[in-house]
């Protein structure tokens, strides 16, 4: 896996070793980024549960000023450390170890708020839900804040209907698909 484009373009980035993550595929980031490219300048970027951190270093060497990268495995977290390191943006990243909803509380304490948020949840456990549910009545997100969600094409979000939150895009790829998220 590797940074796709900016200040830290090809330079290759560790993954934690076993099955507990699932690295995003270069042409699905692409995507993503491609999509997210408009928004990524100077802004503040959040991703929740980071895994190696490609995603959140992806947003740091397009042009993000600030990443928070939210983790609460110990091996994913290392591997975070030395991507950062690696790259040479753990000046514009900040590590919080901890579960999502941890992470939003002692970031809502701190006063944070962010431009982009991503997160890539384990599949069909419903915890992009109990975020969401956590994110809309937070002040870590702006009116405009876009909320962006990696889930298998089987995720169901209607329950967004009785929420704050709207879909405004969704892109599916083979196996899973990325769920733009906004605020009614």
């Known amino acids: 896996m590797r940074v796709i484009a900016g200040k830290a373009r090809r330079l290759q980035l560790r993954t934690p070793e076993g099955f507990d993550t699932r690295p995003t595929t270069d042409k699905t ?16 970027f959040l991703d929740i549960f980071s895994g190696s951190g490609a995603i959140g270093i992806e947003a740091l060497s397009r042009g993000a000023k600030y990443t928070a990268f939210v983790e609460d495995s110990k091996a994913a977290l290392d591997c975070i450390k030395a991507n950062l390191r690696f790259t040479k943006l753990e000046g514009f990243g900040e590590v919080l170890a901890h579960s999502a909803l941890e992470a939003i509380r002692i970031l809502e304490v701190k006063g944070k708020v962010f431009d982009v948020i991503f997160m890539d949840p384990p599949y069909n456990r419903l915890l992009e839900k109990e975020v969401l549910l956590a994110l809309q009545n937070s002040n870590i997100i702006y009116c405009d804040t876009i909320i962006v969600v990696e889930a298998s094409l089987k995720t169901d979000f209607d329950y967004l209907e009785d929420t704050r939150f709207r879909i ?10 990325h769920v733009f998220i906004e605020l009614k």
């Open 168 to 177: 405004f895009k969704r892109k599916e790829y083979k196996t899973n698909q």
């Open 29 to 44: 980031k692409e995507t993503l980024f491609n999509i997210l490219n408009p928004y990524l300048a100077d802004s503040d």
